[in-house]
């Protein structure tokens, strides 16, 4: 293996490690400092300038390897169906599909790289957006279940108070707003008991 597809598979081993690191069920206290710091060194706009060439130069190597590999099978094609000799024959059948074995290996390798590298940093986003959630989460102030039901059946006797006033003064669009204000009071309530669910099992 020459030496730059030699740092191509040691590029694929560090993301190899970064994504394992990244997908593992870490609790949330070790997983935020953790991301961090593998995530501090990207914020450099150096370092993002040189993973942006190093990526460029994988994706030309990827290219010619794709290339490489396709002349190749002409040139085998063109051996097979030249068979004026057999021993020369089956002797250079032998090389050419030497060096269509490692065109592939190294096609698949530059491939694999560049997949990885979007799916790594596709889940370093979700992640930071995860901690980003839970941490507007913990800082929101908890809302007690009795309030939620105060302010539900408020919102009923308002609803009611409205189609009272409905019937007599034929106000709809104040009742069809004030619907529109207990189903979302509704929705909240429902979002607000799911995420101590999941909290709760986070926890």
């Known amino acids: 293996m020459s030496l730059y597809y030699?740092?191509?598979?040691?590029?694929?081993?560090?993301?190899?490690?970064?994504?394992s690191i990244l997908a593992l069920p870490i609790p949330s206290r070790y997983r935020r400092p953790l991301t961090l710091l593998l995530l501090k060194p990207f914020k450099s706009s150096t370092v993002q300038v040189a993973i942006k060439c190093v990526l460029g130069f994988i994706l030309l190597l990827f290219i010619d390897c794709i290339?490489?590999?396709?002349?190749?099978?002409?040139?085998?094609?063109?051996?097979?169906a030249s068979q004026n000799n057999g021993a020369i024959i089956a002797q250079?059948?032998?090389?050419?599909?030497?060096?269509?074995?490692?065109?592939?290996?190294?096609?698949?390798?530059?491939g694999i790289t560049l997949?990885?590298?979007?799916?790594v940093v596709r889940t370093f986003g979700?992640?930071?957006?995860?901690?980003?959630?839970?941490?507007?989460?913990?800082a929101s102030?908890?809302?007690?279940s009795s309030d939620v039901k105060k302010?539900?059946?408020?919102?009923?006797?308002?609803?009611?108070?409205?189609?009272?006033s409905k019937d007599d003064h034929g106000d709809e669009k104040n009742f069809?707003?004030?619907?529109?204000?207990?189903?979302?009071?509704d929705e909240i309530a429902r979002l607000k008991e799911k995420s101590e669910s999941l909290q709760e099992e986070i926890n």
Do not use: H, W
């Open 92 to 110: 250079d059948r032998i090389e050419v599909l030497s060096r269509k074995f490692f065109a592939q290996r190294n096609m698949y390798l530059t």
């Open 176 to 185: 069809e707003l004030l619907k529109k204000i207990q189903d979302i009071d």
């Open 151 to 164: 302010n539900d059946s408020v919102t009923a006797e308002a609803a009611a108070q409205s189609g009272a």
């Open 6 to 19: 030699t740092l191509v598979f040691a590029i694929l081993v560090v993301e190899i490690f970064m994504f």
């Open 115 to 119: 997949f990885l590298t979007f799916v």
């Open 67 to 80: 290339n490489r590999v396709y002349s190749i099978d002409k040139e085998l094609q063109l051996s097979s």
């Open 126 to 138: 979700l992640v930071i957006e995860l901690l980003t959630m839970k941490d507007i989460y913990r």
């Open 141 to 144: 102030p908890p809302v007690a």
